[in-house]
């Protein structure tokens, strides 16, 4: 594969060499790399949010429902706020969730699958009854129940949840990539060579399905963004912590769609729908690395 | 003349099996399914998880769930008829297991009790009335993003680097990204508000007396049906056409693809008998996995579009924190998921010999 690293000047080229061979292929990779400096963006923003709002994102600072102008250049709100302050420092509430909660689904995913591809037996047939018994009996309607339970769910509560009913289909992904694995010639050495199970999970079957980990934990967090985006729509959260979710739900609360204030819906969507386009750019990289036949040129 | 014209079709029966005996061998294969007759026992046995899930949440939750659940009803009813509603959900003195047996006595009479926002009207009436809203829609929806997006996905693996792999592909998993209620506030802002193209709420232009066999009736149900529809095929259809176009490359690479195209079939036959067949089973199973997908997200379409199916009731009845209606629907969505995907086990069985 042509690395374009390798064109220009020696420093560069060593510095090139000195990346692991993963990162290399991300990098070589359009659409990886396309998505991880889209991400990458919305980060700084979160991060850098005190500095790149003028003004605190609850305060009113203007007019109910002005539309975009010089002074406001994503408009105001119902009630008066700047929303671009609000879309600013509502990236760091919507990105938070998002991660944490990806991070806990894939960190049970991965136990629960690996332990029921790699014991099999009467734990593997209990495990993955009780997976594919939460993938089509939990999803958004059992979450939706849950959340609606909980007095005010803040940012906290919709991670639990999120994260208690949503590790299912990455544990069933994980469990058949571990059965095949089990099966391989090197683990069969390592088990003949005396190596503890705990060590044979860790050194030689983990490292194995790397991709796969990254690719559930992105979709992990790609699925957790959205659920947390639709249950703060339809007022299943926090209405007063600023989250790109929030803002829309105050946006159709105050009748937005009807009084043709876009710039109060139009913003936070397509923020949510970046940072989902990032997320499934990364995957589809990863796929293409992973297996080079399905990259289209 | 007539004799002449007559005969072939007359010994057309003989030849290749007919439709009615293709037919009678599927449904033999679907009555005689080890595979669908285990499928049933585990759709059985999530169908009880769910019923149990509902029984266990509020009693999980902090506090004192009768307070939870019933508050609302209090003052609305004299206290003999809110000893009746509790005890319908299980809430007696008496051991745990006393509550879930009476608490599945309820459920599996399909009592949910009255619902508190549309009180005393029962639950499973004010479910009834907006489940077939829902099923329409999801059903349709599923099923057309389905099938475009797979038959999408075999032209794209076929003519790899084409226009549809290279442009179509791309601009269908950008919407895919996209939330489905924003895109369907998007389509409503535009469509309905803006440019009052289409309506922007409801299932039917109210002023028309509901009646099914009139096609007035009927065109204004298709015709508040199409931004919702719209909406979800535009963002569904990305993920089918992806998965059915890298299923499709996976097994065009086969011998016994080479093998037809050495023994000369035509192109067409190979890539839709020979590699697309093949190719969808992974998609199926997918499919069924997805209708609850499919399902949640119209829940927000429908809140967007104000369209009177489940998702807009269970927002009203999150509002008005209706739980036994919340509860109801919560079973309801549950058990439409279970049967779709029991249909989509019973087409895979049609589709893969290996499954009878």
């Given amino acids: 594969m042509a690395n374009k690293g390798a064109k220009g000047s020696g420093l560069s080229f060593r510095l090139w060499l000195s990346l692991p061979g993963w990162a290399r292929s991300i990098i070589n990779n359009k659409k990886a790399l396309t998505g991880i400096l889209i991400l990458a963006f919305f980060f700084l923003v979160a991060l850098l949010a005190p500095l790149l709002a003028p003004t605190a994102p609850q305060r009113m600072v203007g007019r109910p429902h002005d539309p975009p102008s010089e002074q406001y250049a994503f408009g105001t709100t119902r009630q008066g706020q700047d929303v671009y302050a609000q879309m600013v420092y509502g990236a760091g509430g919507s990105l938070r969730v998002g991660f944490i909660t990806g991070t806990v689904i894939i960190v049970i995913a991965v136990a629960i699958g690996i332990t029921a591809g790699f014991v099999g037996g009467a734990t593997d047939e209990a495990l993955s009854l009780i997976a594919n018994i939460f993938l089509v009996v939990a999803g958004l309607p059992l979450i939706i129940v849950v959340a609606s339970m909980i007095e005010r769910p803040g940012p906290d509560t919709i991670i639990i949840v999120l994260s208690l009913t949503s590790w299912a289909w990455g544990a069933r992904v994980l469990r058949s990539q571990t059965l095949s694995l089990r099966n391989s010639e090197f683990v069969e050495a390592a088990r003949v060579s005396g190596e503890p199970t705990w060590r044979i999970i860790v050194v030689e079957i983990l490292p194995n399905m790397t991709s796969l980990v990254v690719s559930a934990w992105i979709g992990a967090v790609l699925y957790a963004i959205l659920a947390q985006a639709g249950l703060e729509f339809i007022g299943l959260g926090d209405p007063n912590s600023v989250t790109w979710g929030t803002i829309l739900y105050w946006a159709q609360n105050n009748q937005a769609l009807l009084t043709g204030a876009w710039w109060t819906f139009v913003p936070p969507g397509l923020a949510i729908a970046a940072v989902g386009l990032s997320l499934t750019l990364i995957n589809y990289g990863i796929d293409e690395i992973t297996n080079p036949r399905l990259s289209s040129s | ?356």
Avoid: C
Wanted: aromatic letters at 14%.
């Fill in chain 2, 1 to 356: 003349m007539t004799a002449a014209i007559g005969k072939p079709s007359a010994d057309k029966p003989t030849d290749t099996p007919g439709f009615f005996a293709k037919l009678l061998d599927g449904l033999y294969a679907i009555f005689t399914s080890r595979f669908l007759r285990r499928r049933f026992l585990f759709y059985l046995i999530a169908a009880f998880a769910a019923i149990t899930l509902n029984f266990i949440i509020p009693r999980l939750m902090p506090g004192d769930p009768v307070q939870l659940l019933f508050a609302r009803f209090q003052g609305k009813l004299d206290p003999r008829a809110f000893e009746a509603i509790k005890a319908q959900f299980g809430f007696v003195d008496g051991p745990l297991i006393e509550q879930y047996l009476l608490y599945l006595r309820s459920i599996i009479t399909l009592d949910f009790g009255p619902s508190i926002m549309g009180f005393p009207v029962p639950v499973s009436q004010v479910i009834g009335g907006s489940l077939r809203w829902t099923l329409i829609l999801a059903g349709i929806a599923s099923v057309l993003s389905f099938l475009i997006g797979t038959f999408l996905g075999v032209l794209a693996a076929w003519r790899r680097g084409g226009r549809i792999d290279n442009v179509l592909l791309p601009i269908a998993s950008v919407f895919g990204a996209f939330p489905y209620f924003f895109v369907a506030l998007l389509a409503v802002y535009i469509f309905g508000f803006q440019l009052d193209i289409f309506p922007t709420s409801h299932a039917y232009d109210t002023a028309i007396r509901q009646d099914w066999r009139s096609t007035e009736f009927l065109w204004s149900v298709v015709y508040h049906m199409i931004l919702p529809l719209f909406t979800i095929i535009l963002t569904a259809t990305g993920g089918w056409m992806l998965g059915m176009r890298n299923n499709m490359i996976g097994v065009l690479s086969q011998d016994y693809i080479v093998m037809a195209e050495a023994k000369g079939l035509a192109d067409r036959r190979i890539m839709l008998m020979y590699a697309a067949r093949n190719a969808i089973l992974p998609s199926l199973t997918a499919f069924a996995m997805s209708f609850g997908f499919i399902i949640a997200g119209l829940l927000l379409t429908e809140i967007v579009f104000s369209y009177p199916g489940m998702g807009y009731t269970f927002l009203l009845a999150i509002n008005a924190r209706d739980y036994p209606l919340i509860q109801g629907i919560y079973l309801m969505i549950t058990a439409a998921v279970l049967l779709a995907n029991f249909i989509a086990d019973m087409s895979y069985v049609l589709l893969d010999p290996r499954a009878r």
